[in-house]
């Protein structure tokens, strides 16, 4: 069985920005805007973020993002 690869990636790509856009579409469907937390692509370029993507055989099949908040979270 073919292992997929997660990587750091760019938001940018454009397999990603077409999945994030269903997203983001889905999650504003379906909840308030004060509880949809996915950040749009400007929010997935910040420095703080790292933005990461499952590829199995060069096919998207998911992505995710770390953000770092300050020094002390996540320790």
Do not use: C, N, Q, Y
């Not at 269903?22 to 379906?30: D, E, G, I, K, V």
């Not at 950040?39 to 055989?57: E, N, Q, Y």
């Not at 060069?58 to 996540?74: C, I, M, N, P, Y």
């Amino acid at each position: 069985m073919p292992e997929g690869e997660i990587s750091i990636d760019d938001p940018r790509h454009e397999d990603v920005l077409a999945l994030l856009g269903r997203h983001l579409a889905f999650a504003h469907s379906h909840s308030p805007a004060e509880d949809v937390h996915a950040l749009d692509v400007d929010g997935l370029l910040d420095p703080a973020v790292t933005f990461f993507t499952f590829r199995l055989r060069g096919e998207l099949l998911g992505v995710g993002a770390l953000k770092e908040l300050d020094r002390w979270h996540g320790r």
